[in-house]
């Protein structure tokens, strides 16, 4: 058979016809299917992703820049920057203890740089800024608890020599970027599967100290890693 | 002298080296991902410099039969399509004003000038005499070849895609003055670019039409480039979903911090418009079909393989992308979008090798080496978006600040 015959256009046109009207015809529910669920859609889409947190559940001071990974750096001075972890590392983990590099050595910013432990499981905290450590608070080494409490004033972790320190800070974010983005991410933790529902009350009460725990029990050294993104 | 060499040093060091020095910055980029396509790189740019010197033959399976190969059938059809999110995502946004969709603009648009010029690299490696190519601009038209046209509303649109896109290079240069310029040209750019998509995008199905004995049957038809404008469209929005969910996870720390109900509320905009096209598309395909008048054919091989374009590439993501609108399911808009696009490039590989000179007797089938120049082309773009984006204002979609200031 030749495959580029004629046809007769009669029965070509006949079908074409069928086809169009078909189109017509079925292109009414089908718009009535697609539209009707537009409420819905959005309704399901804000239902996975629970309403704002309270304001006031993470505090962004003026004047410190965060990592994504939830550490923070603050200018001192020329070349000198002072380091943390950010109250959502401190919730989140809920550190007993502290591994911090001995002064002298070299942190990379985006590369891990000091450990938080508990539950005899260690996570990865990224430096926010690269340099050299020349300080370290031994107040919060010995106390973390306490420095969770205060976690951009006494509860500062390390002194940073770092030479790039405006590059740096230009990866860093801070002042209403950084508000949206800790919002993101407590969204984000608290749409998880498997977060307790009282993560998600709006009662206005402060979340409890070792989230990752509440949210995925055994498994929250994974669940740590991910939002430090270590 | 001093002065200068230091200021291009740091701002070397700033702009391009992301605040490391050189030795930091290769220790930074030394990852198996990275060496992996340095491989794949190394090994096609070497197959492309033997192309060019040894000729086409020494390379490619292409033969007076089947002058056109994957390099047009993928490289050029497919990645031409797959960059229309361009100018579909920015007629939305600048020519209809639906401003949500904004913050996917400038993705979409470096998707859409990444997308054609690479499809240019890759028309430059299948043309016989690639020193040619600016003839249909400067020295001799050939007013009378569809590839006139095509050929002169690439050359265009890549313009536009570029200036489109200068916005945001004047941003990461810290130039204002020029940039707030050059965003004033955007509406002007936008609807030029969408005039020269419509006129181009068809036209590369109009190209078929100068063969009808060549196409099988099945593909062939008179509205082949009705069919080739319609799916561009839905080969950008589905591309748009696909690459903006990719781009979250991945440039999460470039990203400007957003609540994921915001990337999910456009996924289901997005989505919804493309199962309306996917909708239309489907029945105009059918008309397609109703033309030929060979439904005979829908029994033999090529014809189960049609079906299967239609039905699980066409129509199946047109129901997975109303349900899953409909429903609110971000995730499933998703692999609709996925499904839609891995279906426009189907279609164009069955319209440009699996159907095209389908009855001689010697079927093309393309090379390892044409085959390793396609991914080089494709890894190749997908590096180039990394770096701009790891550097350039693309995913943030900071504003110029007001004039004034």
């Known amino acids: 058979m030749d495959p580029h015959a004629f046809v007769s256009p009669v029965e070509a046109k006949a079908i074409e016809y069928l086809i169009a009207v078909a189109y017509l015809v079925l292109f009414v529910p089908f718009w009535r299917y697609l539209d009707g669920g537009t409420a819905r859609a959005r309704a399901a889409v804000r239902a996975r992703v629970p309403a704002r947190p309270p304001a006031g559940w993470f505090v962004v001071p003026d004047g410190i820049s965060f990592h994504p990974g939830h550490t923070w750096a603050r200018v001192d001075g020329e070349g000198l920057a002072t380091v943390g972890a950010d109250e959502f590392a401190f919730k989140l983990v809920a550190p007993e203890r502290m591994v911090l590099p001995p002064t002298g050595d070299e942190v990379r910013q985006g590369e891990p740089a000091w450990l938080f432990g508990a539950d005899g499981h260690d996570v990865a905290l990224l430096a926010p800024v690269s340099g050299t450590v020349t300080e370290l608070n031994t107040e919060a080494l010995r106390a973390p608890e306490a420095a969770a409490r205060d976690p951009y004033g006494r509860g500062w972790l390390m002194k940073v020599r770092a030479p790039r320190l405006a590059a740096d800070r230009k990866q860093l974010l801070d002042g209403p970027v950084a508000r949206r983005w800790i919002e993101a991410v407590t969204e984000a933790l608290r749409a998880r599967a498997g977060a307790p529902a009282a993560l998600a009350l709006e009662d206005g009460g402060a979340p409890v100290d070792g989230l990752a725990r509440a949210v995925d029990g055994p498994e929250w050294p994974a669940v740590a890693r991910e939002f430090l993104l270590s | ?405």
């Open chain 2, 1 to 405: 002298m001093t002065d200068t060499l230091t200021r291009a040093r740091a701002w070397i060091r700033e702009k391009v080296l992301l605040g490391r020095s050189w030795r930091e910055y290769a220790r930074a980029i030394d990852t198996n991902g990275n060496r992996l396509a340095a491989l794949v790189v190394a090994a096609g740019l070497t197959v492309i410099a033997y192309r060019f010197s040894g000729g086409l033959a020494a390379v490619t399976n292409l033969s007076q039969d089947t002058p056109w190969g994957l390099w047009i059938g993928f490289d050029m059809l497919c990645g031409v399509a797959l960059a229309a999110g361009g100018y579909t995502l920015a007629s939305a946004v600048y020519i209809l004003g639906l401003e949500r969709y904004r913050p996917v603009v400038r993705p979409a648009i470096l998707t859409g000038f990444l997308g054609y010029l690479f499809a240019v690299i890759g028309l430059l490696c299948d043309l016989g005499q690639p020193w040619r190519i600016p003839y249909p601009i400067f020295y001799k038209y050939g007013v009378t070849s569809v590839m006139f046209e095509v050929g002169w509303c690439v050359f265009l649109y890549l313009t536009v895609l570029g200036l489109e896109f200068t916005p945001t290079v004047f941003e990461w240069l810290g130039w204002a003055r020029i940039g707030r310029r050059a965003k004033d040209m955007t509406l002007g750019l936008t609807a030029f670019g969408v005039v020269l998509s419509t006129l181009h995008q068809s036209s590369l199905g109009s190209l078929f039409l100068s063969a009808p004995g060549k196409v099988h049957p099945l593909w062939y038809s008179p509205f082949l480039p009705v069919f080739f404008f319609v799916s561009s469209v839905v080969a950008g929005l589905s591309m748009v979903i696909v690459e903006s969910a990719l781009s979250h996870r991945a440039f999460q720390h470039r990203a400007r911090p957003r609540p994921a109900a915001e990337l999910d509320e456009l996924t289901i905009g997005l989505g919804r418009a493309a199962a309306l096209l996917l909708f239309a598309f489907f029945f105009l395909r059918l008309q397609g079909l109703a033309e030929g008048g060979r439904w005979a054919e829908l029994a033999t091989g090529y014809g189960a393989w049609y079906l299967v374009e239609l039905l699980g590439l066409v129509l199946a993501p047109c129901l997975l992308f109303a349900r899953a609108a409909r429903a609110g399911d971000a995730g499933a808009v998703r692999v609709a979008a996925a499904l839609a696009v891995l279906g426009v490039v189907v279609q164009r590989l069955n319209v440009s090798i699996v159907g095209f000179q389908w009855n001689v007797a010697h079927r093309y089938v393309p090379s390892a080496a044409e085959v390793l120049v396609s991914v080089t082309l494709v890894t190749l773009g997908v590096l180039t978006f990394r770096w701009i984006v790891n550097r350039m204002p693309v995913l943030d979609g900071r504003p110029l600040p007001a004039a004034g200031h």
